[in-house]
């Protein structure tokens, strides 16, 4: 039986997405306008922010997240290294300069002990990751009195002690690529933030710095939601605890079924409702993992295992050009294997999948 790394609901939305497709093409407004506006206060009152700012991608949200926080070329951020590329990328990109912190390789995220270390005199804002659905522990980051930029790319509908991801900085990030928990038929992206500052400045910045197309006050982006996208959204975000509950049902259903007895399990922190983007366990031989998983049909992936402070293109932010000791971050990387996930997982491909991991175990 194959099974799909990702297994998708999308099938079941269609016809109500392709109404609303019809009637954006229809209505003459395409980039902004009242479909953006009526979906950026929907996912404001989801996430419990006072503001949510709709942009053309989750980097472009990172980037501009950070310059509405103030943060200026030449200030450092704090960024995990066992992340997504466009973490650190987005820092790089505005003229600032990432500075790599450790991971938990229990929990694949920073921690205010592995952010600590990183904390000096230029820093202007910490990133924390919550990486793979798991939610970082921003409450605890709080101590350290920087402003904080959740990247929630990978955690839509997660939650730490009942507040969102994405509600827990001082602003978000947040990413609607397709395979995304919330993802739209193309790019998108929002920041998110209670701060009406902050969203003001973020507005400016993702048209030209520009409020009446006369006067342009900053070098800006022209990054916008599109109404085709946020028509599309408007339709699945209603639908996205239902899918996250049933996401945490296969992740259960894996735990039942005794995968812990061939993999470590992910580990989810008490107060964190893990919305599973991916279902990442750990395996001290991955490959041969996935090998035995592939010849089976079973789709698995290890993911980032070159961390980012170890891409080329962010050698020269290395202090003394060298990549730093990130003994957490490397276990992570070498050792993580993402195994099928989605709303849509039977029991049966569930079974499947653990009894291929069971096979040549040892
Ligand atoms: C997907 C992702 C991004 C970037 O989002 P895009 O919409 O693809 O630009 C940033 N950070 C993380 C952790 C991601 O997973």
Not at 155 to 178: E, V
Not at 329 to 348: F, I, Q, R, W, Y
């Amino acid at each position: 039986m194959p099974v799909p790394l990702f297994a998708s609901s999308l099938a079941a939305q269609m016809p109500r997405v392709t109404e609303r497709l019809a009637e954006v093409a229809a209505s003459g407004r395409y980039i902004l306008g009242p479909e953006v506006e009526a979906f950026e206060r929907e996912l404001a009152a989801y996430l419990g922010v006072g503001h949510v700012v709709g942009v053309g991608n989750g980097t472009d949200a990172l980037a501009i997240g950070l310059r509405a926080l103030g943060v200026e070329p030449g200030d450092e951020v704090v960024v995990p290294s066992f992340t997504f590329y466009a973490t650190a990328e987005a820092v790089a990109a505005i003229g600032a300069r990432p500075v790599f912190c450790d991971v938990d390789p229990e929990t694949f995220c920073l921690t205010a002990e592995t952010v600590e270390p990183a904390v000096g005199v230029g820093t202007r804002a910490i990133l924390p990751v919550h990486l793979f659905g798991n939610v970082a522990p921003v409450a605890e980051l709080r101590r350290l009195g920087l402003p904080i930029l959740e990247d929630a790319a990978q955690a839509a509908g997660a939650t730490l002690d009942g507040r969102r991801a994405g509600a827990l900085g001082d602003a978000a990030a947040l990413s609607f690529f397709p395979s995304k928990n919330l993802g739209a038929l193309g790019d998108g992206g929002a920041i998110a933030t209670s701060d009406r500052e902050v969203a003001e400045r973020a507005r400016l910045l993702r048209s030209h710095g520009s409020r009446d197309k006369l006067t342009y006050t900053d070098v800006g982006y022209n990054s916008r939601l599109d109404a085709i996208q946020a028509a599309v959204l408007r339709v699945l975000l209603p639908k996205l605890d239902g899918w996250n509950a049933r996401r945490r049902r296969v992740a259960a259903a894996y735990a039942e079924g005794g995968l812990a007895e061939h993999v470590t399990l992910p580990s989810v922190p008490a107060a964190v409702d893990h919305v599973y983007h991916l279902y990442a366990a750990r395996h001290c031989d991955p490959q041969a993992l996935i090998a035995r998983l592939a010849a089976r049909g079973i789709e698995a992936r290890g993911y980032y295992r070159v961390p980012v402070h170890r891409q080329p293109a962010l050698a020269p932010y290395l202090p003394a050009g060298r990549p730093p000791h990130l003994p957490g971050t490397e276990e992570a990387a070498a050792t993580n294997v993402a195994l099928p996930m989605g709303p849509e997982l039977s029991d049966d491909q569930v079974a499947e999948v653990i009894a291929a991991c069971a096979s040549g175990s040892t």
